[in-house]
């Protein structure tokens, strides 16, 4: 179902840097900006980055966006315990009149 | 601070019609796209669909045939219609405020305030 896709784990020891990466094509990242959600257990999803690399006000600086062509990448420096949670890229893809699309999800685990 | 709260039965007869309205404080409903996203349990995302101020709709097209949206900017409002369920359909529903613009071409998409969620099951 999911039409971007992102490795299922993703893992680091506090401090490290981890880095995400989201797979499309040109109907979505190719020719839209990624937004990437932090979703804590139990919780709602929260925007992280939106526009590829711009963060929300009250978001942290450790958490940074990049997009490439058809790929896109969240990067976490200095990794902490609060960062456990699944993150979901997103895109606007133009196929099939226009839909809105996530990432398969990544676990970010803090060893 | 702007809130979003679904709300709607929790439970749900497989080939019945799911129903949530979400509600939206501390903002104005103009301007803005209103989203339904839903997860089945232990899984990903799914985009359902949005509903603008006027009406105007854009629905999932795998779920096309099946969603209906409305809104009422009066009580700021907005509603979700799904109809003929199945089991397939049990997750936790969210609504959320959705922005779009242009940068350089690109269309900027993205969903910046969230409601809770509800869980809705199918079953009989």
């Known amino acids: 179902q999911s039409v971007l896709t992102q490795p299922p784990s993703a893992s680091g020891t506090p401090g490290q840097r981890v880095t995400i990466s989201c797979s499309g094509s040109?109907?979505?990242?190719?020719?839209?900006?990624v937004n990437w959600y932090q979703q804590l257990p139990g919780t709602a999803p929260k925007l992280l980055i939106y526009?590829?690399?711009q963060r929300p006000s009250g978001v942290p600086d450790r958490f940074s966006g990049s997009k490439s062509g058809t790929s896109a990448s969240l990067a976490i420096s200095g990794l902490q315990s609060e960062d456990e949670a699944d993150y979901y890229c997103?895109?606007?893809?133009?196929?099939?009149?226009?839909?809105?699309?996530f990432g398969t999800g990544t676990k970010v685990t803090v060893l | 601070q702007v809130q979003l709260q679904e709300s709607g039965p929790g439970l749900v007869k497989p080939s019945e019609t799911l129903s949530l309205t979400c509600s939206v404080s501390g903002g104005s409903i103009s301007d803005y796209y209103w989203n339904w996203i839903r997860q089945p349990p232990g899984k990903g995302l799914e985009w359902i669909g949005y509903?603008?101020?006027?009406?105007?709709?854009n629905y999932n097209p795998s779920l096309k045939s099946r969603v209906s949206m409305s809104v009422d900017t009066s009580k700021t409002q907005f509603s979700l219609k799904l109809s003929s369920v199945t089991a397939a359909d049990t997750a936790v529903y969210y609504c959320?405020?959705?922005?779009?613009?242009?940068?350089?071409?690109?269309?900027?998409?993205?969903?910046?305030?969230w409601g809770q969620g509800t869980l809705v099951t199918v079953s009989s």
């Open positions: 509903i603008d101020y006027s009406g105007s709709t």
């Open positions: 997103a895109a606007w893809d133009d196929s099939l009149n226009g839909r809105g699309v």
């Open positions: 526009s590829n690399n």
């Open positions: 040109s109907s979505n990242i190719g020719s839209n900006t």
């Open positions: 959320a405020r959705g922005r779009a613009t242009y940068n350089y071409g690109d269309y900027v998409w993205y969903f910046d305030y």
